[in-house]
């Protein structure tokens, strides 16, 4: 072991189970805070390091240096647990913030029966938060951050009631465009599609060939497999929201709600509520909800007149194709917010 690194344990025998008690060591902090701070980064987008992959002398230093070093006692002592340090964090009332900066509530320094300058007070605030801190490094509000491309496929999946819980298992072949395996170097390998349940296992079944990655993935940043990669980069492209409104998968995921929708009893509003709270996990404002009422009656009357078709949208199902395909155009718009793939 070089000697700026702590020794071996006490006894320990010099082969790999060695090297492995020397991993873990209490002694050896440096696993324990790697590890938490790549959960960390999980959550929030940013590590308490930043450079997740590099805790060298090249690294950025901790933004807060004395919870890196609390979580990786406590990882220790919770006996490496993951599922605890997930539970930790969640928990946290940082994690719970809200992405806006935080307005804080006017004290009696402020004149009562001044509004105007109680707003004032407010805007100076916010402002004075923002400027101080402007990549949130101090986590005074939630950091908004994108979802992995994996977990964007996995909860368009989960939302529409289609994601499968099965684990294990050989890889999976979900749909994608036809043509995208015949191109690249190597692309000789067919892409037969899967069928049944496996249609739909999490993103981290999907078979991966590295030189042609799967298409959904590739476009929301994943990595190719080519190289180790501890931190991804996040690009904001057109060709993500035309993913989001025509890949295969998230046309079905819609056509699977606009079915569910469309059998439902109830009000509009109360359906409209159901399906906005199972993209975005949230319930609609008032303007929000007549925003997709309203959007909701005009496709239906598009489809009654014959502008659009219906068998485009609905797919096969039972009852009125129209009305199917009116809440799948509906569904498939919320798919497509940007607050359904992102955290804020």
Known sequence: VPAVLNPLPAGAPANRLGFAQWLVSPDNPLTAR????????????????????????????????????????????????????HKLIVTSATYQQGSQYPVFSVQSSVASGAPQATENWKLKTENSSSQRDPDNKLLCRFPRARLDAELIRDSVLRASGLLSPKLGGPS?????????????????????????????????????????????????????????????????????????????V????????????????????????????????????????????????????????????????AGKGEGDANERAAWTALARALLNLDEMISKS
């Open 34 to 85: 790697v590890t938490v701070n790549r959960q960390w980064a999980a959550f929030f987008g940013r590590g308490i390091v930043r450079t997740t992959e590099d805790f060298g002398l090249q690294s950025d230093a901790p933004t807060h240096p004395e919870l890196l070093d609390w979580l990786a006692v406590e990882f220790m002592k919770q006996g490496w647990s993951l599922k605890r340090l």
């Open 172 to 248: 999976v072949f979900p749909p994608q465009p036809a043509n995208v395996m015949q191109e690249g170097v190597y692309a000789s390998k067919a892409w037969i599609e899967s069928r049944g349940e496996d249609r739909y296992r999490r993103g981290l079944y999907t078979f991966a060939k590295r030189s042609t990655p799967y298409a959904m993935f590739n476009t929301f940043d994943g990595p190719s497999g080519e190289a180790c990669v501890a931190r991804r980069d996040v690009s904001n492209t057109p060709l993500q929201a035309l993913t989001l409104l025509n890949d295969i």
């Open 250 to 313: 998230i046309l079905e995921a819609a056509q699977a709600l606009g079915r569910q929708l469309a059998a439902q009893t109830g009000s509009v509003e109360n359906r409209v509520d159901n399906l906005f709270r199972r993209c975005v996990t949230r319930p609609p404002s008032g303007e929000e909800r007549a925003q997709l009422v309203k959007f909701l009656e005009t496709q239906r009357s598009r489809f009654a007149a014959g502008e659009l078709k219906a068998a485009d949208f």
